[in-house]
């Protein structure tokens, strides 16, 4: 008969080896399999899948909290505090801004040449993601903005000599993007990059240099095809005005495939994983409030995943924001991130926010934190080892 301290050597036993392979899978910058949340985000048709199971972003935007951030201001004790209340109010993911404006983190000479980017730079993102994967948020990787061609900033003149030379985009995918990616894709935390934040805007306004697509879509094929290249995270683009830049059947996708291929020398690896647009109650004149209509009736490919981007925490035209989740859920897209959570202007923060994302956790909690029995932190990763400048 086996005794009772026979079965709890075998279990200490069991529990070492489970202890001892983990470990392992860390310190090689990988974290040890689970059931759902916390594991690398994929896709399966047009919904997301952490690990087996079907996840809905019930997110939000955290695009800064000091302009430019990383490699300027950045303050983990601010950022570890914030993340936590997220994850309290039922939220799984955030969209974050890597670089605001291009003034600080990066090195681009005056002709346009990316070189690549600070010790302080990698130093801040390196403690963003660590506490990303302590606290368990999601993060969306903006790595840049139509405010890096905006003449508001002083460098706008050399992003601007950067997109519009072959080679200088070349620089930025090598010496930018792809160290991102390399540094930080063994964090399942960093679950997309989106490439550009509203490049609409460099297209129409003279004050980002009314800049041809062409070259723009030359940066989204070219960087796309060496993410896909160097790792399984899910590409976008946050496109402000989808009914005309994102869809077929009223204007142009210029984020199809073969726009992207097309300008990455026929890449199949050029290509966006999900799409991610913008709503305003401004752009209800295009095609209504996409809220309460498929993505498809909206205009978008139906190929592929669709979330909100961004839209106001403080709700759409006579909905509330609560109503805005659940409405976007019922009509097939695949997750809304209000702008903001900590309410950079007037459109919302957690005040408003918060009450939506802690009812859409509610009713859907195996959808939020799929794999978890409830929203309570589960223990915490061990930190992934950050790799030297």
Same mark, same amino acid.
């Given at each position: 008969?086996?005794?009772?301290?026979?079965?709890?050597?075998d279990?200490?036993?069991?529990?070492?080896?489970?202890?001892?392979?983990?470990?392992?899978?860390?310190?090689?910058?990988?974290?040890?399999?689970?059931?759902?949340?916390?594991?690398?985000?994929?896709?399966?048709?047009?919904?997301?899948?952490?690990?087996?199971?079907?996840?809905?972003?019930?997110?939000?935007?955290?695009p800064?909290?000091?302009?430019?951030d990383?490699?300027?201001?950045?303050?983990?004790?601010?950022?570890?505090?914030h993340?936590?209340?997220?994850?309290?109010?039922?939220i799984?993911?955030?969209?974050?801004?890597?670089?605001?404006?291009?003034?600080?983190g990066?090195?681009?000479?005056?002709?346009?040449?990316?070189?690549g980017?600070?010790?302080?730079?990698?130093?801040?993102?390196?403690?963003?993601?660590r506490?990303?994967?302590?606290?368990?948020?999601?993060?969306?990787?903006?790595?840049?903005?139509?405010?890096?061609?905006s003449?508001?900033?002083?460098?706008?003149?050399?992003w601007?000599?950067?997109?519009?030379?072959?080679?200088?985009?070349?620089?930025?995918?090598?010496?930018?993007?792809?160290?991102?990616v390399?540094?930080?894709?063994?964090?399942?935390?960093?679950w997309?990059?989106?490439?550009?934040?509203?490049?609409?805007?460099?297209?129409?306004?003279?004050?980002?240099g009314k800049?041809?697509?062409?070259?723009?879509?030359?940066?989204? @094929?070219?960087?796309?095809? +060496?993410?896909? /290249?160097?790792?399984?995270? !899910? &590409?976008?683009? =946050?496109?402000?005005?989808?009914?005309?830049?994102?869809?077929?059947?009223?204007?142009?996708?210029?984020?199809?495939?073969n726009?992207?291929r097309?300008?990455?020398?026929g890449?199949?690896?050029?290509?966006?994983d999900?799409y991610?647009?913008?709503?305003?109650?401004?752009?209800?004149?295009?095609?209504?409030?996409?809220?309460?209509?498929?993505?498809?009736?909206?205009?978008?490919?139906?190929?592929?995943?669709?979330?909100?981007?961004?839209?106001?925490?403080?709700?759409?035209?006579?909905?509330?924001?609560?109503?805005?989740?659940?409405s976007?859920y019922?009509?097939?897209?695949?997750g809304?991130?209000?702008?903001t959570s900590?309410?950079?202007?007037?459109?919302?923060?957690?005040?408003?926010? @918060?009450?939506a994302?802690? +009812?859409?956790? /509610?009713?859907?909690?195996? !959808? &939020?934190?799929p =794999?978890?029995?409830?929203?309570?932190?589960?223990?915490?990763?061990?930190?992934?080892?950050?790799?030297?400048?």
């Amino acid at each position: 008969m086996r005794t009772t301290t026979n079965v709890m050597a075998d279990l200490r036993g069991v529990l070492s080896v489970y202890w001892i392979a983990g470990t392992v899978a860390v310190l090689a910058g990988v974290m040890p399999a689970r059931a759902g949340f916390g594991d690398r985000i994929t896709i399966s048709d047009t919904e997301f899948r952490a690990g087996t199971n079907r996840i809905w972003i019930n997110g939000a935007n955290t695009p800064w909290h000091k302009w430019n951030d990383f490699g300027g201001g950045f303050d983990a004790a601010w950022w570890d505090k914030h993340f936590q209340q997220l994850h309290e109010n039922g939220i799984n993911a955030t969209r974050v801004w890597i670089s605001c404006s291009g003034d600080v983190g990066i090195k681009i000479s005056a002709n346009g040449h990316v070189s690549g980017c600070t010790p302080a730079f990698w130093r801040d993102l390196d403690s963003l993601f660590r506490i990303a994967q302590e606290r368990q948020i999601y993060v969306m990787a903006t790595l840049m903005s139509f405010d890096h061609f905006s003449d508001k900033y002083p460098r706008n003149q050399r992003w601007r000599n950067m997109i519009t030379d072959s080679n200088n985009v070349d620089s930025l995918v090598a010496n930018y993007v792809v160290p991102f990616v390399n540094r930080y894709k063994g964090n399942p935390w960093l679950w997309s990059i989106d490439l550009c934040n509203e490049p609409d805007w460099i297209y129409e306004n003279a004050k980002c240099g009314k800049l041809p697509w062409k070259p723009i879509q030359a940066y989204f @094929g070219k960087a796309s095809a +060496a993410v896909h /290249a160097n790792s399984g995270i !899910l &590409v976008t683009v =946050g496109i402000s005005m989808a009914p005309k830049y994102l869809s077929d059947k009223r204007a142009a996708n210029v984020l199809s495939d073969n726009a992207l291929r097309a300008m990455a020398g026929g890449d199949p690896r050029a290509h966006v994983d999900f799409y991610a647009p913008h709503y305003y109650d401004w752009q209800g004149r295009y095609n209504h409030n996409p809220f309460y209509m498929s993505p498809i009736a909206y205009g978008l490919p139906g190929a592929r995943p669709a979330l909100f981007g961004e839209f106001p925490s403080k709700g759409t035209a006579s909905h509330t924001t609560a109503e805005d989740y659940e409405s976007a859920y019922e009509n097939g897209w695949q997750g809304a991130m209000g702008w903001t959570s900590n309410g950079v202007d007037e459109t919302g923060s957690l005040v408003k926010l @918060g009450p939506a994302t802690r +009812a859409f956790r /509610a009713r859907h909690n195996a !959808l &939020v934190f799929p =794999g978890k029995e409830t929203d309570e932190p589960a223990a915490l990763a061990v930190p992934i080892p950050a790799p030297k400048p």
